[in-house]
């Protein structure tokens, strides 16, 4: 894995150590669901995928990293929003939520 797979994003850092092992190694879980994600969707795209079973197994594969990834982010962004205000990490966390409940309808 690269040394970019698993860096934190710089705007997530907080300047504490301890806080940013978590991002780290929070960042370094991101890329390997986006891995498995990219390999689900390669694996859609092949030709030889015909069997309608495998074919669902790799949308639903899909849809779970892509809700892995949304609560990942989350992660990521709450350590620093709560350094730094509450008020802000109550504003990311609705923002999920919403983001969930438009999935959903």
Request: hydrophobic share 40%.
């Given at each position: 894995?690269?040394?970019?797979?698993?860096?934190?994003?710089?705007?997530?850092?907080?300047?504490?150590?301890?806080?940013?092992?978590?991002?780290?190694?929070?960042?370094?879980?991101?890329?390997?669901?986006?891995?498995?994600?990219?390999?689900?969707?390669?694996?859609?795209?092949?030709?030889?995928l015909v069997?309608?079973?495998?074919?669902?197994?790799?949308?639903?594969?899909m849809l779970?990293?892509?809700?892995?990834?949304?609560?990942?982010?989350?992660?990521?962004?709450?350590?620093?929003?709560?350094?730094?205000?509450?008020?802000?990490?109550?504003?990311?966390?609705?923002?999920?939520?919403?983001?969930?409940?438009?999935?959903?309808?």
């Open positions: 894995m690269s040394l970019a797979a698993v860096a934190p994003r710089m705007e997530a850092l907080t300047k504490d150590d301890r806080w940013d092992t978590y991002l780290g190694f929070l960042s370094g879980v991101r890329g390997k669901i986006e891995a498995s994600r990219s390999a689900a969707q390669e694996r859609m795209g092949s030709p030889s069997n309608h079973d495998e074919l669902m197994q790799q949308k639903l594969l779970i990293n892509e809700a892995q990834l949304q609560a990942i982010d989350l992660a990521i962004g709450l350590p620093k929003v709560l350094i730094e205000s509450s008020s802000e990490a109550q504003k990311l966390v609705d923002r999920f939520n919403e983001s969930q409940k438009r999935e959903i309808a």
